[in-house]
């Protein structure tokens, strides 16, 4: 994430909260998730095939633990986040995980 923070909201940030989403818990997911839509929105972006199958496995599996609408809510949620907010949420998340890469 160190490098995400350098780089700033570009496509790095996008891929790496995408794959961050596939690594911790489902209510961080789904937030994450929301902030990538966001994200891609403000910059006309799309995730490719790869990254999108990532995101779409990430989603399935929070929606299947936190149900529907806790879902929907959560990723409303990630889409209010600044870039900024998402990226110290996943670092958090990760850490809580114990990744050493952080």
Same mark, same amino acid.
Do not use: H, K, N
């Given at each position: ?14 891929? $790496?909260?995408?794959?961050?989403? /596939?690594? &911790? !818990?489902? *209510?961080? #997911?789904?937030?994450? =998730? %929301? @902030? ?12 490719? $095939?790869?990254?999108?199958?990532? /995101?779409? &496995? !990430?989603? *399935?599996? #929070?929606?299947?633990? =936190? %149900? @529907? ?18 990226? /110290?949420?996943?670092?958090? *998340? ?6 050493? @890469?952080?």
């Amino acid at each position: 994430m160190t490098i995400v923070r350098t780089l700033g909201p570009a496509r790095v940030t996008q891929e $790496a909260l995408t794959v961050t989403a /596939a690594v &911790v !818990a489902p *209510a961080v #997911a789904a937030g994450l =998730l %929301g @902030a990538v839509s966001t994200l891609l929105a403000a910059q006309s972006g799309q995730l490719d $095939a790869a990254e999108q199958q990532v /995101a779409d &496995v !990430a989603a *399935a599996r #929070a929606r299947a633990v =936190l %149900g @529907a609408e806790v879902y929907a809510a959560t990723f409303a949620a990630g889409q209010a986040l600044s870039w900024e907010a998402a990226v /110290a949420q996943a670092q958090a *998340a990760l850490d809580a995980e114990g990744d050493p @890469a952080g």
